[in-house]
Nanobody, 119 residues
Framework: VQLQASGGGLVQAGGSLRLSCAAS????????MGWFRQAPGKEREFVAG????????YYADSVRGRFTISRDNAKNTMYLQMNSLKPEDTAVYYC?????????????WGQGTQVTVSS
């Protein structure tokens, strides 16, 4: 599975962006999909994930209520709708594909897309 993230950019605080993660290869629908982010000087952190079985959704506390993760298996694409963006959301965002139960052991990583939120 190859993952291609896109949709990042520069936005003012309070604005919105939608990230996309396009997957190539077979069996996309059999992977749980998620997003991580890494800000300068900080560790990479889990942002959101959606399970391939049952579609359960998980969010980091820092983004719950502002971000929405979704997937379209017919298009092999996952999305992250980000609203009410804050300067602390500034980071490189990576999409991941996970075959196991832990988000912290992804099978595949995308290349990352930069999100910058100005105050």
């Amino acid at each position: 599975v190859q993952l291609q993230a896109s949709g990042g950019g520069l936005v003012q605080a309070g604005g919105s962006l939608r990230l996309s993660c396009a997957a190539s290869g077979r069996s996309f629908s059999r992977y749980s999909m998620g997003w991580f982010r890494q800000a300068p000087g900080k560790e990479r952190e889990f942002v959101a994930g959606i399970r391939w079985i049952g579609g359960s959704i998980y969010y980091a506390d820092s983004v719950r209520g502002r971000f929405t993760i979704s997937r379209d298996n017919a298009k092999n694409t996952m999305y992250l709708q980000m609203n009410s963006l804050k300067p602390e959301d500034t980071a490189v965002y990576y999409c991941v594909a996970v075959s196991g139960s832990s988000w912290y052991n992804p099978d595949y990583w995308g290349q990352g897309t930069q999100v910058t939120v100005s105050s």
